[in-house]
């Protein structure tokens, strides 16, 4: 019961705000538990944000000249589509979007109703 009532805490931290609070004043920066935990959670989901992204990045930068079959450029082209994928999850996830958990097809359209 204490677990569900502090997750919720967690979960109301309007980290954008407490950022900018702290920024603003700090010396003044006293924040509770709840607003120290949502703030790690913050830095570990924008963390793997930005490794997903240098993996989007490395798949993008790729050298196709060398390239000699289409399985290469098949290779690259689905790496860029993960990775793709990856960091959209993520940043709907950061954005609060609720239905992060649907699955895109292959030509890009959605699978969820």
Do not use: Y
Not at 4 to 25: K, P, Y
Not at 27 to 41: D, G
């Amino acid at each position: 019961m204490a677990d569900d009532r502090f997750s919720q805490a967690v979960a109301s931290v309007d980290v954008l705000d407490l950022c900018g609070r702290i920024i603003a004043h700090p010396e003044r920066a006293m924040v509770s538990l709840a607003a120290k935990v949502a703030l790690a959670h913050s830095v570990e989901r924008l963390w793997e944000v930005c490794l997903e992204s240098e993996l989007l990045v490395r798949a993008l930068a790729m050298p196709t000249e060398a390239f000699t079959s289409e399985e290469q450029f098949a290779v690259r082209d689905h790496a860029i589509e993960t990775q793709a994928a990856k960091v959209a999850h993520l940043m709907a996830a950061l954005r609060g979007d609720t239905n992060t958990n649907k699955q895109e097809t292959e030509d890009g359209s959605s699978d969820a109703k």
